[in-house]
């Protein structure tokens, strides 16, 4: 069985694109569709005080199976991706770590780090979903 296509503010794993579509995607900026379709409410955080965000600064939705299931608050350190805070459930940590990992080589990145996970305790579940996602992208 192959994997969902995923997606993280268009970054689509399985599919043939080759570069991100915009930060500002119509998935992303046509709020009340997104609540609509997919049952989520999604907000730009980056003017709310850092003490107060939900997802983070920039946090943009992973789009897996036709369903949002997490988002990543993206950054970079050299050649670096971050995953500033990633917040998910447990059965989509593989989607995520396959759209982190394909969005990793898209901007140039040799690796990926995560710094946060919510909640907490899929941190080393994401880390090890995002070794096994950079062997199989590798072959």
Request: aromatic share 6%; with cysteine.
């Amino acid at each position: 069985m192959s994997a969902p296509s995923t997606t993280c503010v268009g970054i689509s794993v399985g599919c043939r694109a080759r570069r991100p579509p915009r930060p500002f995607d119509s998935l992303v900026w046509d709020r009340a569709r997104l609540e609509r379709i997919f049952g989520i409410v999604h907000r730009l955080e980056a003017y709310t005080p850092a003490a107060d965000r939900v997802h983070g600064y920039f946090a943009m939705p992973v789009l897996a199976g036709g369903r949002i299931v997490g988002r990543v608050d993206p950054g970079r350190r050299g050649t670096t991706l971050l995953a500033k805070r990633v917040t998910t459930t447990a059965d989509a940590v593989p989607a995520v770590a396959g759209a982190l990992t394909q969005a990793a080589g898209w901007v140039g990145c040799d690796a990926v780090e995560v710094v946060e996970t919510r909640p907490a305790s899929l941190r080393a579940a994401l880390r090890r979903a995002l070794r096994e996602s950079r062997s199989d992208h590798a072959r």
